[in-house]
């Protein structure tokens, strides 16, 4: 598999960011625009074509481009986020999306959706009912996508759904079950081995804060790709906010 991976190099405001679940530390932005580039890097190897929104220094936020964007085939759902301040990183999403002949849609008030809710695989589309992501804001993303079937999620102590559980390549759920009430969940070993980016075939992404989920997941059969991406973790990120990938 390959396509387009949409990123946005993060601003000098990064350490900024918003931190709901997790006490606020300092955040090194010089070494997270190194780690940003070697996370991009690492998608790039894996055949993904860097695709880089613009700059939003003004907007501490940006880089998690995940909470813009939910892509679905050629379409493109425009977010609204539930926190505010973050409303402002759409816009330079929906021109890009825009250019790459897409065809958009958008979650209108007073829905709110945030794209670290929406977990997709196969023709299931998990959707968590979070602070960020509204009943409307499911009932609004299930009428655009009529094709898929959607499922909403409650969850507790994470800020999306993404936080709590994501998808291998075969589909099989790997995820913390005291967050999300899923069944059939595969359990990692370390709370950040629950975000993991399937890159194409049984190649896969992961924050290197997770070396034993990645060797119990290289057991299982899947290539893993590790990527340390500490400062955005001190942020509440991980590595399914950092880009949003879009197959051919």
Same mark, same amino acid.
């Given at each position: 598999m390959s396509g387009i991976a949409l990123v946005r190099k993060p601003g000098p405001r990064l350490a900024e960011g918003i931190v709901t679940h997790i006490e606020r530390e300092p955040v090194d932005c010089e070494r997270a625009a190194a780690q940003h580039?070697?996370? !991009?890097r690492a998608l790039a190897g894996a055949g993904w074509r860097p695709v880089y929104?613009?700059?939003a220094d003004d907007l501490p936020d940006g880089p998690f481009v995940e909470d813009t964007v939910v892509v679905s085939r050629r379409l493109a759902v425009l977010t609204r986020p539930g926190a505010p301040e973050r409303r402002p990183e759409v816009e330079s999403v929906a021109e890009v999306v825009r250019e790459l002949g897409m065809r958009s849609v958008r979650i209108a008030p007073p829905g709110t959706l945030d794209?670290?809710?929406v977990l997709q695989t196969g023709p299931t !589309?998990?959707?968590g009912r979070s602070a960020r992501t509204s009943a409307e804001?499911?009932?609004q993303l299930t009428a655009l996508l009529p094709e898929r079937r959607v499922v909403p999620v409650d969850m507790s102590g994470v800020l999306h759904l993404k936080s709590a559980v994501t998808a291998l390549p075969d589909g099989t759920l790997i995820g913390d079950p005291r967050r999300v009430d899923l069944p059939g969940l595969l359990v990692p070993e370390e709370e950040s081995g629950a975000h993991v980016v399937p890159l194409g075939g049984d190649r896969v992404l992961l924050?290197?804060?997770?070396?034993?989920t990645a060797a119990m997941l290289e057991k299982h059969g899947f290539i893993v790709t590790k990527v340390d991406i500490s400062e955005y973790e001190r942020l509440e990120g991980c590595v399914t906010c950092l880009s949003v990938l879009i197959a051919d």
């Open positions: 580039d070697a996370y !991009v929104v613009p700059p794209g670290g809710d !589309v998990y959707v804001g499911i009932t924050a290197a804060s997770a070396p034993q």
